[in-house]
Structure formats: structure tokens, C-alpha cells
């Protein structure tokens, strides 16, 4: 938590660039991930009455739990919903009974309250050496950079227009590079008429409540893996999102915070929220301001976003996902190339552990999956194996006061903290 009882004065010329990284966020998790909860949807037979009430409920959720860490913390907390939980689901709902799943996702939702309350995530991350930290972070978000350059191949005009007009920007006005190219993407795909939104129609989304049945089947066949795979896959990789951008937030009330609201919004649909990870590097890196204490503007204008997408439900998040994929893949990939390089030099930084942390790189880029466990929790075991093997030794527990100094240079609030 800050240890400043004053919050950093935020001005009118401090909010364009936050902003813009927290809608740019937003778009990104819309148009990239969000057909899995109605792939999922689909294969559970849910009507469109409950299919909305999961795209309010989660939402919803996303937004108030962003608003209220972001807030509280003054630190940009970006939340959203588990995307690999997400991916599971869509197989999981075949065989599982609704009722059962919403059973199961208070089942998870609780897990994960006692989890925060308990304190034992924040000193597992704590144990973690920056290096590695670092190593995984580039290795996760390495694809999203390939992505960026891979859109050429699918459409040509839109991504090389982005990509050169990024060069340009980043040349002669490099604060304002994601902002340009964010504004010159839509205004091409309107005036190439690939974006409809004439039939567009705003309407309120409905939560429809679903009374939850606990069975012993569906907390083994739910609820231990969406706890095991939103864990692994979204905590331990959000955090470390910012721990390498050099903000100091305990990991506990962001558990238990997102823990609590997602056991609230369960009964109404809702899978799982959490910390974000891809989508928070946009946000708490310096493209989304030069000060890092004005960053978490960015989190609160992506909780007021995802707010505005649940309460019209289905409509807006449509309108997200009929994008272009070459237009999400590389404006995301452009957004996180600043991420990318700091997280690669933060990794490269201390001599000792240079090995293991490109060892880590290598593992998380890979993107392994065993068991059903994804890529970042793999890369991370394996890591710090090297890790281990490399030093001779464990990792140390870091004090608190430097568990959020990922090789950096400066304190969070110092125009040092990125390189």
C-alpha cells in the first residue's frame, strides 16, 4: 500500500495519455480474449438472457474491483477476468451442469478471499529475484510484439500503416506515438467501412441470478482447476507486471479484494476476476505516462470503461471484438514494445543471474503447457530452477520495501523508475 497520506496531484494534461492506455487496455481484452467466454457460453447452452447477465456480471466486476485498487492504492491496478479460466470453461461447461459451475466459482471466489487474507502470496512473490521476474514478463509478452509485425502477413495496409506510423510518431512526438496510432487505426477502418456500427443498439443488460449447487464433482472438476489455473496463470504473472514496473502494492488486498467481488458476482455469471497481466503492461508502463504516480489514471479510466461496456452488456463488447484481429494483435504488440525492452534490460541487468533469467525468457516464451497449466507458470518453475542451479542457491526473501524495485533505477515515484 502507499506509504504517502497525500495522493500525487493529478492535472488536466496529466489524463490524455492514462486514459487513452486504460481504453486501449480495454479494446485489447475485448477483441482478443473475450470470444472464449461466449465460446463458453455456447457450450454450457446458456440463453441470451444468461449469456448477458455473464457479460454484466463480469464487467461489472472488472470495473468496480479496477476503480476501487486503483483508487486506494494510487497505483494503476488493472483487473479482468480470467482468460485461461475462460479457455477452460469453454471445454468444462460440457459436462458440468450451470448451476454446478456457479457453485463451483464461489467455491474458487472463496478460495481465493482466504488466500489474500492469509498473507502467504505476497511473500511467495517476494521470493522471486527480479531478474527472473523480468525474464518472465518478456517471455510472456514476446508474442504480443511478434504479433505486432505477424499482422502484415494477414493485412498488409492496416498493420504496416500502424507500424510505420508508430516509427514516425515515436521520432518527432514519442508521447503521443500509441495515442496516434490508436486514433489513425480506427479512422481508417471507419473510412474503409470494416467497422458497422450502424445497427448498434444501446440496451441494458439484465443480471439474471442463478442459485448455486455445490457437488463434490464440480468442486473437482471446477473449482480446483479455476483456482489452480486463474492462480497461475493471472496472479503470479500480474503481479510481476508490477513489481517490474516499480510499483510496491502488497499482493493481499488485491487477492482478496478481487476475490470478493468475484464471489459477489458469481451467482450472476461471473467465472472469475483477478489482476491482469498482457492488458495491465499497457497501463503501468511509461507509455501510459513519463511520472509513474499519474499512472493510475490509467487504472481508473479502465474500471469506468469496463463499467460503461456491463451496463449495455452484449452491445459494446461485441462492437470491441468486431475489430479487425490485425488491428487488436498490433496496436497491442506497438502499445507493449516499451514493456518488452525494459523488462528484457531489467533481466540482462545483473551479471549473476543474467543466465537464468534468459533461461526464464526462453522457458515463458515458449509458452508450455502440462496438465493444463499455461506457459507462466512453467517458465516461472523453470527459472528458478536455473535459478537455483546456476547460484547454488534459493531464492532470498526480499525485504518490503524493495520487493517492488525490479532492477530499476529509481524509486516509483522518481523519474528513474523505467528505463
Same mark, same amino acid.
Given at each position: 500500500? &502507499?506509504?504517502? +497520506?497525500?495522493?500525487?496531484?493529478?492535472?488536466?494534461?496529466? =489524463?490524455?495519455?492514462? *486514459?487513452?492506455?486504460?481504453?486501449?487496455?480495454?479494446?485489447?481484452?475485448?477483441?482478443?480474449?473475450?470470444?472464449?467466454?461466449?465460446?463458453?457460453?455456447?457450450?454450457?447452452? %446458456?440463453?441470451?438472457?444468461?449469456?448477458?447477465?455473464?457479460?454484466?456480471?463480469?464487467?461489472?466486476?472488472?470495473?468496480?474491483?479496477?476503480?476501487?485498487?486503483?483508487?486506494?492504492?494510487?497505483?494503476?491496478?488493472?483487473?479482468?477476468?480470467?482468460?485461461?479460466?475462460?479457455?477452460?470453461?469453454?471445454?468444462?461447461?460440457?459436462?458440468?451442469?450451470?448451476?454446478?459451475?456457479?457453485?463451483?466459482?464461489?467455491?474458487?471466489?472463496?478460495?481465493?478471499?482466504?488466500?489474500?487474507?492469509?498473507?502467504?502470496?505476497?511473500?511467495?512473490?517476494?521470493?522471486?529475484?527480479?531478474?527472473?521476474?523480468?525474464? =518472465?514478463?518478456?517471455?510472456?509478452?514476446?508474442?504480443?510484439?511478434?504479433?505486432?509485425?505477424?499482422?502484415?502477413?494477414?493485412?498488409?495496409?492496416?498493420?504496416?500503416?500502424?507500424?510505420?506510423?508508430?516509427?514516425?510518431?515515436?521520432?518527432?512526438?514519442?508521447?503521443?506515438?500509441? *495515442?496516434?496510432?490508436?486514433?489513425?487505426?480506427?479512422?481508417? %477502418?471507419?473510412?474503409?467501412?470494416?467497422?458497422?456500427? +450502424?445497427?448498434?443498439?444501446?440496451?441494458?443488460?439484465?443480471?439474471?441470478?442463478?442459485? &448455486?449447487?455445490?457437488?463434490?464433482?464440480?468442486? %473437482?472438476?471446477?473449482?480446483?482447476?479455476?483456482?489452480? *489455473?486463474?492462480?497461475?496463470?493471472?496472479?503470479?504473472?500480474?503481479?510481476?507486471?508490477?513489481?517490474?514496473?516499480?510499483?510496491?502494492? +502488497?499482493?493481499?488486498?488485491?487477492?482478496?479484494?478481487?476475490?470478493?467481488?468475484? =464471489? %459477489?458476482?458469481?451467482?450472476?455469471?461471473?467465472?472469475?476476476?483477478n489482476i491482469a497481466a498482457i492488458t495491465a503492461a499497457i497501463c503501468t508502463g511509461k507509455e501510459a505516462h513519463e511520472d509513474p504516480s499519474k499512472r493510475w489514471v490509467a487504472g481508473m479510466a479502465a474500471g469506468i470503461f469496463?463499467?460503461?461496456?456491463?451496463?449495455?452488456?452484449?452491445?459494446?463488447?461485441?462492437?470491441?471484438?468486431?475489430?479487425?484481429a490485425a488491428f487488436i494483435t498490433t496496436l497491442a504488440g506497438l502499445a507493449l514494445l516499451g514493456t518488452i525492452g525494459s523488462s528484457l534490460a531489467s533481466a540482462m541487468a545483473d551479471p549473476k543471474s543474467r543466465e537464468a533469467?534468459?533461461?526464464?525468457?526462453?522457458?515463458?516464451?515458449?509458452?508450455?503447457?502440462?496438465?493444463?497449466?499455461?506457459?507462466?507458470?512453467?517458465?516461472?518453475?523453470?527459472?528458478?530452477?536455473?535459478?537455483?542451479?546456476?547460484?547454488?542457491?534459493?531464492?532470498?526473501?526480499?525485504?518490503?520495501?524493495?520487493?517492488?524495485?525490479?532492477?530499476?533505477?529509481?524509486?516509483?515515484?522518481?523519474?528513474?523508475? *523505467?528505463?
Open positions: 500500500m &502507499p506509504t504517502s +497520506s497525500s495522493p500525487p496531484s493529478v492535472q488536466f494534461r496529466d =489524463l490524455v495519455h492514462p *486514459i487513452v492506455a486504460g481504453l486501449i487496455s480495454v479494446i485489447v481484452n475485448y477483441g482478443g480474449t473475450f470470444i472464449l467466454v461466449f465460446q463458453a457460453a455456447k457450450v454450457a447452452g %446458456l440463453n441470451p438472457e444468461l449469456t448477458a447477465s455473464w457479460v454484466w456480471s463480469i464487467s461489472i466486476g472488472v470495473g468496480v474491483t479496477g476503480l476501487v485498487l486503483s483508487w486506494i492504492t494510487r497505483e494503476p491496478i488493472i483487473t479482468a477476468w480470467s482468460t485461461p479460466a475462460a479457455a477452460f470453461l469453454a471445454t468444462a461447461l460440457a459436462t458440468t451442469p450451470y448451476a454446478e459451475a456457479v457453485g463451483a466459482y464461489l467455491i474458487s471466489a472463496a478460495a481465493f478471499v482466504v488466500l489474500g487474507l492469509s498473507g502467504y502470496f505476497e511473500k511467495l512473490i517476494r521470493l522471486i529475484p527480479p531478474g527472473v521476474a523480468a525474464g =518472465l514478463l518478456a517471455g510472456i509478452l514476446l508474442q504480443f510484439g511478434i504479433g505486432a509485425f505477424g499482422g502484415v502477413s494477414i493485412d498488409p495496409l492496416l498493420a504496416g500503416l500502424l507500424i510505420v506510423a508508430y516509427v514516425v510518431l515515436k521520432r518527432f512526438s514519442a508521447r503521443y506515438a500509441v *495515442i496516434g496510432i490508436l486514433i489513425l487505426g480506427l479512422a481508417f %477502418l471507419l473510412t474503409q467501412g470494416r467497422v458497422d456500427l +450502424s445497427g448498434l443498439q444501446l440496451e441494458f443488460a439484465a443480471p439474471v441470478f442463478t442459485m &448455486p449447487v455445490f457437488t463434490l464433482n464440480a468442486l %473437482l472438476s471446477v473449482a480446483l482447476p479455476l483456482f489452480l *489455473i486463474t492462480l497461475t496463470g493471472q496472479y503470479m504473472p500480474g503481479m510481476l507486471v508490477l513489481r517490474n514496473d516499480g510499483f510496491k502494492t +502488497s499482493a493481499n488486498p488485491i487477492v482478496t479484494i478481487t476475490g470478493l467481488g468475484s =464471489l %459477489l458476482m458469481a451467482p450472476f455469471g461471473s467465472h472469475a476476476f469496463y463499467i460503461l461496456v456491463g451496463v449495455f452488456g452484449v452491445t459494446l463488447a461485441a462492437v470491441f471484438m468486431a475489430f479487425p533469467a534468459l533461461i526464464t525468457f526462453l522457458a515463458a516464451a515458449a509458452n508450455i503447457k502440462l496438465f493444463g497449466i499455461g506457459g507462466a507458470f512453467w517458465g516461472l518453475v523453470i527459472g528458478l530452477v536455473a535459478y537455483a542451479v546456476l547460484l547454488g542457491r534459493l531464492p532470498r526473501h526480499e525485504p518490503a520495501h524493495k520487493a517492488g524495485l525490479t532492477a530499476i533505477s529509481g524509486p516509483v515515484t522518481g523519474k528513474g523508475a *523505467i528505463a
